[in-house]
């Protein structure tokens, strides 16, 4: 069974711009959720996507939205970028219950300038 | 809202030896997990092991292991005979049993193992 999937793996954006990340989940699972991994911060939840519909959201301004599709592939998108929006954003997938736990992908490492 | 915090930033111990990470949460809730993944330099988040709270008994997993203290709300982590392929960011999660998929990380542990 193929494994959490994330693209690209690096992107490099200056300030200002936006950006459009992408997940595929483990086949099967329903749940996508995105964190996002910071020196500082450590990991934070941004939100959680479950049959296309946001179950949940994180503390974090509008400029981050996502969103999921009917084949339960996600796409996390950041307006208006930041410096401090440089971080390795990772994408998790699980069957949507809370028995299961979340499986991750290799994270796509954004960096601004 | 939940809280989870590891209090050890860096362990270096021995090849072969056995090593405890620290972790303690903070909840009102009663039933949720509680999960320790690694995150290696390859920077994939793998589970290591879960525990649910309604389970008095610790999980092990191979050489892992956890001793789970429901009441002093306390979940660490132990490796037996550890070894170099454990060196990695260790980080101890939270979920609640029902709702959004939404893991509350600690800070995390950074683990060296030696030659």
């Known amino acids: 069974k193929a494994g959490v999937t994330q693209t690209p793996r690096y992107l490099i954006k200056t300030r200002g711009q936006q950006v459009t990340l992408s997940c595929s989940p483990i086949s099967g699972h329903r749940s996508v959720s995105w964190y996002q991994q910071t020196p500082g911060q450590g990991l934070q939840f941004l939100f959680e996507y479950f049959s296309e519909t946001q179950r949940n959201k994180g503390n974090f301004p509008g400029r981050f939205s996502g969103r999921q599709f009917s084949n339960s592939r996600s796409e996390m998108n950041v307006s208006t970028l930041e410096l401090g929006d440089s971080a390795l954003y990772l994408c998790?997938?699980?069957?949507?219950?809370?028995?299961?736990?979340?499986?991750f992908g290799d994270g796509t490492r954004l960096s601004i300038l | 809202a939940q809280t989870v915090t590891q209090s050890q930033p860096e362990m270096s111990v021995q090849e072969a030896e056995t090593v405890t990470l620290s972790c303690t949460y903070d909840?009102?809730?009663?039933?949720?997990?509680l999960f320790w993944y690694k995150q290696p330099p390859s920077r994939q988040m793998i589970l290591v092991i879960r525990?649910?709270?309604?389970?008095?008994q610790n999980a092990t997993e191979n050489r892992f292991s956890v001793n789970f203290q429901k009441a002093a709300k306390s979940f660490s982590l132990k490796i037996s005979d550890s070894q170099l392929g454990d060196t990695a960011m260790y980080f101890c999660a939270f979920i609640l049993f029902q709702g959004a998929q939404k893991l509350v990380f600690g800070q995390g542990t950074r683990l060296t193992i030696n030659p």
């Open positions: 525990q649910e709270a309604y389970k008095q």
């Open positions: 998790a997938s699980s069957s949507g219950q809370g028995t299961q736990p979340q499986h």
């Open positions: 909840t009102s809730e009663s039933n949720y997990y």
